[in-house]
């Protein structure tokens, strides 16, 4: 079966923009994360979703970041008002209810001019 | 809060032999899960190898191993019989077991030589 996708591989905009990025998660997986991955750090929690509804949130750093998962499958990330210091790669995993291991999909790698 | 340390930021091993990626984490839990990632230039992050903490037993994957010592919070992966395609940036990371997310370290980059 097909892993996790992400789209698009690499995204360029310019400051102040608004962009989202897109998570396909595994098929059935109810589990959906996101992180975000500075240039050689581990990656950093942003958001959980159960389903369609965001079970944690805690790792959002500010109100510029948003995402949605409204049917319980595709998600998305939404950044408003691109600052320079939120280029990163941005990594989205699933994961099947009650599953302990996340499957990573290849990230989207932002970069902000 | 729990923290994930990996000491080492880069580590080299020929080919053919054997290396070990260290790892320490800091949490008041008693039940949780630790794993190993491995991260090549494509940025696919790949499962390696998973540990749940009650099990005492030491999880194997074929080359792959751990060394885990839950009282000095202590995770370490061993790699045996190296190949060229183990070059990549190793991540621990450790999950509560009632948790969601993955708390991570800062990597390893391993080099392989031929």
């Known amino acids: 079966g097909a892993g996790v996708s992400q789209t698009p591989s690499n995204k360029v905009t310019e400051k102040g923009k608004y962009v989202e990025l897109r998570c396909d998660p595994i098929s059935g997986h109810t589990a959906l994360y996101w992180y975000r991955q500075s240039l050689g750090q581990g990656p950093e929690f942003l958001i959980y979703?159960?389903?369609?509804?965001?079970?944690?949130d805690s790792g959002l750093p500010n109100d510029r970041f948003f995402a949605v998962r409204p049917e319980g499958s595709v998600s998305t990330l939404k950044i408003q008002r691109t600052e320079r210091g939120d280029s990163a790669v941005y990594l989205c995993?699933?994961?099947?209810?009650?599953?302990?291991?996340?499957?990573f999909g290849p990230g989207t790698r932002l970069l902000v001019l | 809060a729990q923290t994930v340390t990996q000491s080492q930021p880069e580590m080299s091993v020929q080919e053919a032999e054997t290396v070990t990626l260290s790892c320490t984490y800091d949490?008041?839990?008693?039940?949780?899960?630790l794993f190993w990632y491995k991260q090549p230039p494509s940025r696919q992050m790949i499962l390696v190898i998973r540990?749940?903490?009650?099990?005492?037993q030491n999880a194997t994957e074929n080359r792959f191993s751990v060394n885990f010592q839950k009282a000095a919070k202590s995770f370490s992966l061993k790699i045996s019989d190296s190949q060229l395609g183990d070059a990549a940036m190793y991540f621990c990371a450790y999950r509560q077991e009632y948790g969601n997310k993955l708390v991570f370290g800062a990597g390893t980059i391993l080099r392989v030589k031929s």
């Open positions: 995993a699933s994961s099947p209810q009650g599953g302990e291991t996340q499957y």
């Open positions: 540990q749940e903490a009650y099990k005492q």
């Open positions: 949490t008041s839990e008693s039940d949780y899960y």
């Open positions: 979703f159960q389903g369609t509804g965001a079970a944690d």
